[in-house]
């Protein structure tokens, strides 16, 4: 089995998304950690012809729930899209396109949660993942759940662009 959360998912091409507010494979900055909780800078490109909506989810499959903890979601970004500013997720998604909303994340709050691994719990995974949709709207309710949000997205996943920062609390 793969320490990958999304392998066991349907097949979807792969597209490009970087940050200017973290690197793949490196540790969240400050500003993206619990208490400050400003959510990360992403651009995205070369998604999948046929594209009409994107969704972006931050997911810890390391967090000891039994089903890890989604830090944000956000449904029905416009397929004109491929910038999310830094600190788009804050309480009111200030800074999301029009049309796009935030569903509650596993803290029940609708905007972007930072990374708060416990002490000595070891380092943590966080997958950032841009989903290319070929709808328009993918339907799931402003008060849905991420998990909600991934369940509806299945039968319409054109590609994912995956982005994974890490966290770690010392003991």
């Not at 970087?18 to 400050?30: N, R």
């Not at 979601?73 to 309480?91: K, Q, R, S």
């Not at 708060?116 to 993918?138: C, D, K, N, Q, T």
Request: glycine share 12%.
């Amino acid at each position: 089995m793969s320490n990958d959360p999304f392998a066991r998912l349907p097949e979807a091409a792969s597209f490009t998304v970087t940050s200017t507010s973290v690197a793949d494979g490196a540790a969240w900055p400050p500003e993206q950690l619990s208490g400050k909780d400003v959510s990360p800078q992403l651009s995205w490109s070369g998604a999948p012809e046929g594209t009409k909506s994107y969704a972006v989810t931050v997911y810890d499959p390391d967090a000891p729930t039994g089903s890890g903890f989604w830090h944000w979601a956000v449904a029905d970004i416009p397929a004109t899209c491929t910038e999310l500013a830094e600190g788009a997720g804050d309480d009111i998604g200030s800074g999301l396109p029009e049309g796009a909303f935030q569903l509650p994340n596993d803290a029940r709050l609708a905007r972007f949660v930072g990374a708060a691994p416990p002490a000595g719990h070891g380092e943590h995974r966080y997958f950032v993942v841009v989903h290319a949709l070929g709808v328009e709207s993918i339907g799931v309710p402003a008060d849905g759940t991420p998990a909600l949000l991934g369940f509806l997205m299945c039968a319409h996943v054109l590609g994912r662009a995956v982005l994974v920062a890490t966290a770690e609390t010392p003991a």
